[in-house]
């Protein structure tokens, strides 16, 4: 159970962190 919770903590992690990335690269292609 608890190998869940930390696998669903690393993927909303993981989510989080491609969406920082794909906002911030749309920031510099407007720039």
């Known amino acids: 159970m608890t190998s869940l919770i930390i696998y ?7 989510i989080g962190f491609i969406i920082v990335l ?7 292609k407007l720039i």
Request: glycine share 8%; proline share 0%.
């Open 22 to 28: 794909f906002f911030g690269f749309i920031k510099i």
């Open 8 to 14: 669903l903590e690393m993927l909303f992690l993981s």
